[in-house]
């Protein structure tokens, strides 16, 4: 059981992705096609509606490679209004959660 909840949260969370807002779809899709003809492994997507900036289109990219990001919007001038990780848009509940399984019974402990 305890691997079959750890499977779950390690495939979703395992590696942490980034979003660059924007507040306008033209800027989103210029900056999409920079950093794809630069090689990066992007993806529009919609961002959650809590940090959502007024454009319902946002640029998903692997947090290990922001700084690298970073570097080609600003040289290209494209810089996003906003960079969030998706650490930052996990609940609380889930931040705070420790999940152990003791002679076949699973613990749940979470810290509020």
């Known amino acids: 059981m305890l691997k079959f909840i750890k499977k779950i949260f ?3 969370y395992e590696r ?8 306008s779809v033209q800027q989103v899709i210029q900056t999409h096609k920079i950093l794809e003809n630069e090689g990066f492994l ?4 919609a961002p959650p509606p809590e940090i959502r900036l007024g454009c319902d ?3 998903e990219f ?3 490679e922001q700084e690298a990001i970073e570097t080609i919007i600003k040289q290209e001038r494209s810089a996003p209004y906003k960079i969030v ?6 609940p609380n509940v889930l931040k705070r959660s420790l999940i152990v399984e003791i002679d ?6 979470w810290e509020i």
């Open 62 to 64: 692997e947090l290990i």
């Open 10 to 12: 390690q495939k979703k």
């Open 85 to 90: 990780s998706t650490k930052e848009m996990l």
């Open 104 to 109: 076949g019974y699973l613990m749940c402990r």
């Open 16 to 23: 942490p992705k980034g979003i660059l807002l924007y507040s």
């Open 42 to 45: 992007v993806r529009l997507v």
């Open 57 to 59: 289109l946002a640029i």
